[in-house]
Every structure is written in structure tokens, then in C-alpha cells.
T-cell receptor
Framework: KQEVTQIPAALSVPEGENLVLNCSFTDSAIYNLQWFRQDPGKGLTSLLLIQSSQREQTSGRLNASLDKSSGRSTLYIAASQPGDSATYLCAVRNYGQNFVFGPGTRLSVLP | DGGITQSPKYLFRKEGQNVTLSCEQNLNHDAMYWYRQDPGQGLRLIYYSQIVNDFQKGDIAEGYSVSREKKESFPLTVTSAQKNPTAFYLC???????????FGQGTRLTVV
């Protein structure tokens, strides 16, 4: 059974720092992996989707990488801003299965 | 504007009552999903539907029911059999079962 973990559980950084959020999964036979952002009391906003054949995806200041063999994905946020403060969730989908979500990393970017 | 609309935003349920949460999408997506989110836990799948008139149980379907009579609508009923229904409920959709998923803004259900 696929299990997804995210480290750290919470992170607080000063504005302007580059930072990395980690997502690990136990079953490497994944179909794709999706990163989401969730603001307090809100739904999830899709950030990046990486297919199993891809190594990374980029959108603006965000870059997500995927290493299937080691069961890891990282979300890199460049030049962080207070508006980036939110909870970041990764979700992993195996072939023929539904998404399995990690517990999230709660990010605070301090002005 | 294309998107997923969940209503109501807040819902209060008395003990023993059934309540229905609405989820509507105008993205022309075939697949729709219901998740439950509790503090400190990841999202857990309640029910999903890959096509109209068909749906499957997820990991925590007990105490819940759904219908999929129209492509754009996937309502979730929380029945009195669900012993701990207080949670944040999220609806999602995707073009197909393996495609990028998009979420609504959620419904917070509280038992009073």
C-alpha cells in the first residue's frame, strides 16, 4: 500500500530565501505526482503535475523534481514571499489507483 | 469561469440527521472525487466516480452515500451512520482517472 510522507511538517523562513519541500513515497511504481497549495480554510490549488516519465516541471518560481527510483520528489520555491505562506501537499498516483496524499508541510514566510 | 463549486461553505448537522453536500463542475470532466480532511491528517478518499451513473467506494465510505446522475454533479450525503462527521470535505474532478486533479473550495461540516 502506497504511503506518502512530507518533511518537514512545518517550516518558517525569512522573505527572499530559497527553500525545498520534500515528499517521499514507498511504492516507486507511480503514474504521476501532483503538488498542491492549500490556504487556511480553503480548497487545494494545483501547482505542478509530474508524469512518471518526467524528471521535473517548472512554473514561475516553482520547480518540482521527481526521482522515482528513490521514491522522492522535491518542490523548490525560489525567492520566497509572504504570499507563499500556505500548506503544501503532495499526492502520488499509482497505475490504476487514486491519489494518496501526504500530510503536508506548513510554510510561513516572514516579512 | 470554469471550475468546481461546492455548497454550502459551512454546514451544521444535528445528531441523527442526514445532510447533503453539493459539488458541481463545468469543466466537462469525467472523473469526480470526494475527500475528507481532518486536522493533522492527509486527505482521505470517500467515493469517486469515473463516469456518469457509476461510482466506487474509497478508503472511508462507511456512513456516506453518493450519486452521479449528471456529468457535472456529484453530491455527497453524510448519513446518521457516520459517527464522526465533523470535518472539512473537498470535492475534486479530473478529465480522466489519471489526469491532473482540480479541487473546489470545500465545505466545513460541524455536528451540533
Amino acid at each position: 500500500k502506497q504511503e506518502v510522507t512530507q518533511i518537514p511538517a512545518a517550516l518558517s523562513v525569512p522573505e527572499g530565501e530559497n527553500l525545498v519541500l520534500n515528499c517521499s513515497f514507498t511504492d516507486s511504481a507511480i503514474y504521476n505526482l501532483q503538488w498542491f497549495r492549500q490556504d487556511p480554510g480553503k480548497g487545494l490549488t494545483s501547482l505542478l503535475l509530474i508524469q512518471s516519465s518526467q524528471r521535473e516541471q517548472t512554473s514561475g518560481r516553482l520547480n518540482a523534481s521527481l526521482d522515482k527510483s528513490s521514491g522522492r520528489s522535491t518542490l523548490y520555491i525560489a525567492a520566497s514571499q509572504p504570499g507563499d505562506s500556505a500548506t503544501y501537499l503532495c499526492a502520488v498516483r499509482n497505475y490504476g489507483q487514486n491519489f494518496v496524499f501526504g500530510p503536508g508541510t506548513r510554510l510561513s514566510v516572514l516579512p | 469561469d470554469g471550475g468546481i463549486t461546492q455548497s454550502p461553505k459551512y454546514l451544521f448537522r444535528k445528531e441523527g440527521q442526514n445532510v447533503t453536500l453539493s459539488c458541481e463542475q463545468n469543466l466537462n470532466h469525467d472523473a469526480m472525487y470526494w475527500y475528507r480532511q481532518d486536522p493533522g491528517q492527509g486527505l482521505r478518499l470517500i467515493y469517486y466516480s469515473q463516469i456518469v451513473n457509476d461510482f466506487q467506494k474509497g478508503d472511508i465510505a462507511e456512513g456516506y452515500s453518493v450519486s452521479r446522475e449528471k456529468k457535472e454533479s456529484f453530491p455527497l450525503t453524510v448519513t446518521s451512520a457516520q459517527k464522526n462527521p465533523t470535518a472539512f470535505y473537498l470535492c475534486a474532478s479530473s478529465i480522466g482517472g489519471a489526469a491532473e486533479a482540480f479541487f473546489g473550495q470545500g465545505t466545513r461540516l460541524t455536528v451540533v
